[in-house]
C-alpha cells in the first residue's frame, strides 16, 4: 500500500540551530497518528514543515506520488493537507460565518460552500447561533470549533491538529476528542495529532511517534506505547 504522506530524513533549522534532524515517518489513508513530546522536541516544527510555513534544508515531504517539500502553503493546502494551528488562530475581526468562508477559499461554487457551512453548523450546533457573531469574542471551546470547522471547510484529506485541547475545560478537551475521531470514522479523514495530553491522543491513535529535542526516538501502535513503562513515566505522568 502507498503511503499517503511520507517524510524521510528531514532537517530543518531556526538560524544555526537544529530542530529537526533527520525525521522520518508516514501517514497511511484513514488512520490517526499521534506525535507525542516535551515543549522544545519539535513537534510544531514538524507540522509547520510539512504545512509548507517553514522550508526544509534537507529530506523530502511525499504527497501520494508528489514531491511536496517546500512548495508554497497555499499550494500544499490545496492538495488537501490543512493545519489546524496552535492557539486556534481565528481571524478574530471576521464573523464566524466569514472564518468558515474564508477555509473554503477559493471554492467560488457558492452553493457548495453553503452546503459545507450547514455541515459545520450540524458537526458543531453552537456556531449557528454564533453565525454572525465576531470570532474574537468566542470562547476559547467555541474558537476551537471554529478553527476546525474553517479547516474542514477545505476538504482536507490529511488534518494536522496541533495542541487542539490546550486551554480548555475538561469537559471540552472530551468534545475535542471525539470530534477528531468522529472526523477520522465519519468522513475518512486521516489525522496527524500532536497534543500535549498524550494519553488522551495514545487512546485513540492507531499508531505513534515519540519526538525528542528533533529526532524520533520511538514508533510504535499506540496500545504498545500506553503500555511502555518509559513513555507512561516520560509523557503520562505515571510512576
Same mark, same amino acid.
Given at each position: /500500500?502507498?503511503?499517503?504522506?511520507? !517524510? %524521510? %530524513? !528531514?532537517?530543518v533549522s531556526y538560524d544555526k540551530i537544529a530542530a529537526l534532524k533527520g525525521v522520518s515517518l508516514y501517514l497511511q489513508t484513514g488512520e490517526i497518528v499521534a506525535m507525542i513530546g516535551a515543549n522544545g522536541a519539535g513537534k510544531t516544527t514538524l507540522i509547520n514543515t510539512i504545512s509548507g510555513v517553514l522550508p526544509l534544508q534537507k529530506g523530502s515531504i511525499r504527497f501520494k506520488d508528489k514531491v511536496i517539500s517546500n512548495l508554497p502553503a497555499w499550494k500544499i493546502a490545496r492538495y488537501g493537507i490543512v493545519q489546524i494551528p496552535e492557539g486556534r488562530k481565528v481571524f478574530p475581526g471576521l464573523t464566524v460565518v466569514e472564518n468558515m468562508e474564508l477555509g473554503a477559499f477559493p471554492e467560488d461554487n @457558492?452553493? @457548495?460552500? &453553503?452546503e459545507g457551512i450547514e455541515n459545520m453548523y450540524a458537526l458543531f450546533p453552537v456556531l449557528r447561533e454564533r453565525k454572525k457573531q465576531l470570532a474574537g469574542t468566542l470562547s476559547g471551546g467555541e474558537q476551537q470549533m471554529l +478553527? !476546525? +470547522? &474553517?479547516g474542514l471547510m477545505a476538504e482536507p484529506e490529511i488534518l494536522m491538529f496541533d495542541e487542539p485541547s490546550m486551554g480548555l475545560s475538561p469537559i471540552l478537551v472530551e468534545k475535542v476528542f471525539e470530534t477528531i475521531q468522529e472526523i477520522n470514522k465519519k468522513q475518512g479523514i486521516t489525522i496527524l495529532l500532536i497534543e500535549q495530553n498524550a494519553k488522551k491522543s495514545l487512546q485513540i491513535a492507531e499508531r505513534a511517534y515519540v519526538l525528542e529535542t528533533g529526532s524520533i526516538v520511538i514508533t510504535d501502535t499506540a496500545d504498545k506505547l500506553l503500555g511502555? %513503562? /518509559?513513555v507512561r513515566k516520560a509523557y503520562l505522568g505515571e510512576q
Open positions: /500500500m502507498q503511503n499517503l504522506l511520507q !517524510i %524521510d %530524513d !528531514i532537517h @457558492k452553493k @457548495k460552500v &453553503r +478553527a !476546525i +470547522a &474553517r511502555s %513503562d /518509559m
